[in-house]
């Protein structure tokens, strides 16, 4: 039985049921993937963090400043090209597949032009080390580290127009592949060029920039190859890479489209690593315990994350489709999924807090210190998995452009000044330090979490009426 087929069967056996077994499966098949690719992406951070560590305290915070700049940057730019998954999938359920190369020709013309955009923004953020810390050796060593992450830039913005193609057929295993591929090179390129074995010079916490571009190479050449050996992808990787003329209307389409979910991006990421400039004048204890705990949110964050992407191809694919029963199964499936697994991450994460820590660090000030910002991040993970599966399925939908605004307003109209305020000043509390802050994300998260709530509930029901 093809999955349509399966899609009509489902639809009708699961209108009352909050679980859809084919849905949950399918799911599944999508996420796990996802997720064990987007968790070694974000263990290589990990790894960095860790050799940096290894290498000092102020290799460590230069790392901490120097992902303060690229983390947003570089996830904005690249993430308007993550429409090109929900693009492909909703064109495959409208029996569409012929028009998938022309898309993804014009999304690699689009990614050109982000590389360029996002090369400049690096260079002009590597300049603003010097005014938020005294330590000269600490903003240059900052700096190196994003000039290194600036070789890996096309690489990077490519990356996202390719996977697109795959995730939109559902094949998320090959991204998976490679990503743990990367995770085994990440430790020995970091031994060689942040403490300089092979014969190779120290580069220190710079080091971590060089190898990661590295790695961003070698994901990106891998699933370009991939396409061309693959049958069913062949054909479309030729019509990707074979110059042809510029479709204006197609990849005006996918920039409008894309876009506001890279200024999403930049809004939701900037605001937690502008937070991080904040706590810079406090000290590097502050800043590295600060760095710990953000890590670990991000590697917790990898599953909802996942979870949202996966959700966001399957909305599309049943829009694309006109499955209104198959998508509200779905949606009741994917909520009760996210719920189940971030509840078991939270109580992990609170039991198993000072553990985590000591994987980072040894230093008994900056582990007390984390061990309760660990606390306040488990405290948000329901909210921030809410949001984030609510702004993939939105993705799904094709409504894209509200993604911004809830953003922008939740965290920089209310988080951002919320966040200054606690952690610097006494104007509501004595100043809480970088504590300040994750109360500040528990109340964006939190605002975001309904925002999108009410905004889904409104675009389900006029998917379905054009």
Known sequence: MNEAAQNRQSAVSSRTKWVDMHELRRLLVLMLPLYIANLMHIGMGVIDTIMAGVAGPVELAAVALGTSVTAPIMVAVGAVLTIVGPMVSRLRGAGCEGKIG???NNAKVLAYILMVVELLALYAGSLI?????????????????VYYMM?????????RAVQGNFEGYGQTRPAMVLALLGLALNVPLDLVFVLGY???PALGGAGCGLATALIHWMIVGGLILLMFVSRQHRLHA???????????????????LGLPIGIASLCELGFFCVVMLIIAPLGELMVSAQQVAINVSGVIFMLPLSLGIAASIRAAYHVGARRKEAFDAMVRTVSLLAFVLVSGVMVLSIIFRRDIVMLYTDSPVVIELAQLLILFCAFYQLPDATQA?????????HDTRIITWINLCCYWLV????????????WIVPAMGPAGAWVSFIVALTLAAILFLIRFSRTRRKCFLQ
């Open 198 to 200: 092979c014969g190779m």
């Open 389 to 397: 599966l609510f702004s993939g399925l939105l993705r799904g939908c």
């Open 238 to 256: 030729l019509q990707m890479f074979t110059p042809r003329k510029v479709d204006a209307s197609l990849c005006r389409r996918i920039f409008v």
């Open 102 to 104: 022309l898309l993804l």
């Open 129 to 145: 080390f010097p005014y938020v810390t005294d330590d000269a050796v600490l903003a240059s060593k900052a700096a190196w580290y």
């Open 415 to 426: 988080g951002f000044p919320l966040a200054y305020t606690l952690v610097r000043t006494d």
């Open 151 to 159: 070789l890996g830039v096309p690489a990077s913005v490519m990356l």
